[in-house]
């Protein structure tokens, strides 16, 4: 392999690792902008990859390590730095495998997590005192708000107390107050789904430059290791 291919693909894979990179960085920041501003955490709990923040956080600051090391191996010509990260990229790819899978297998159950978390966490919101379980109540409060809808099946789960945050009104009349009349439950539901397709979007789209990373990675750590290459600082 002559100098001006090896050139080209090393800055080849530093191109991709970088993008890959670039896009870790950019899903960890969405993650948590989304555990910062959303407010369904807490009503959630049973399956915690329903949630999505959760699972971009991890699944961003892995790739962006991981990624890393690519760029440094690349551009330091060293092949500790390259089989390590194909071993690293690889076992990463495995995992996303596996998660996606754990989402197909789950997706049919989702509905069931959502109706059991969001039921026990209408219990505990009638139950509690004025001053008692206000995470609960204020996220509550604010799928109310949000998404226009009152209860888990409707307002009728209240059984007559009501919370002010599901009238229609604002502000409210608390003589003959007119609350949402669709539950929470299939709205909350639809709207994690479109979630999901924005964030399967984007592993498919990691899956596909790490695929390209690994290809393009073994032809250059058998040039470095054919020319004795690779072990210098």
């Given at each position: 392999m002559n100098s001006s291919c090896v050139?080209?693909?090393?800055?080849?894979?530093?191109?991709?690792?970088?993008?890959?990179?670039?896009?870790?960085a950019f899903v960890v920041a969405l993650g948590e902008f989304m555990m910062m501003n959303s407010k369904y955490a807490s009503l959630v709990i049973s399956f915690w990859p329903i949630?999505?923040?959760?699972?971009?956080v991890?699944?961003?600051?892995?790739?962006?390590?991981?990624?890393?090391?690519?760029?440094?191996?690349?551009?330091?010509?060293n092949r500790c730095m390259l089989?390590?990260?194909?071993?690293?990229?690889?076992?990463?790819?495995?995992v996303e495998l596996a998660m996606a899978c754990v989402f197909f297998v789950y997706s049919r159950e989702i509905g069931t997590y959502f109706e059991k978390d969001l039921t026990q966490s209408l219990q505990i919101y009638k139950q509690s005192s004025p001053e008692g379980n206000m995470t609960i109540k204020?996220?509550?409060?604010?799928?109310?708000?949000?998404?226009?809808?009152c209860g888990v099946h409707g307002e009728a789960d209240w059984e007559g107390n009501v919370p002010i945050s599901c009238c229609t009104q604002d502000p409210c009349d608390n003589i003959t107050p007119t609350n949402w009349r669709e539950g929470c439950l299939v709205i909350l539901r639809d709207w994690f789904s479109r979630n999901y397709l924005s964030t399967g979007a984007g592993i498919i789209t990691?899956?596909?430059?790490?695929?390209?990373?690994?290809?393009?990675?073994?032809p250059l750590f058998c040039h470095f290791s054919r020319h004795g290459l690779g072990y210098q600082g």
């Open positions: 050139n080209c693909l090393k800055s080849f894979l530093t191109f991709l690792n970088f993008m890959c990179w670039l896009c870790g949630y999505p923040a959760n699972t971009l991890v699944t961003g600051t892995i790739v962006t390590c991981v990624c890393f090391l690519g760029v440094l191996g690349s551009m330091k010509e089989i390590t990260f194909f071993v690293l990229l690889f076992i990463l790819m495995l204020d996220d509550f409060d604010a799928v109310h708000y949000v998404f226009r809808c990691m899956f596909i430059l790490q695929f390209a990373c690994m290809c393009v990675t073994v």
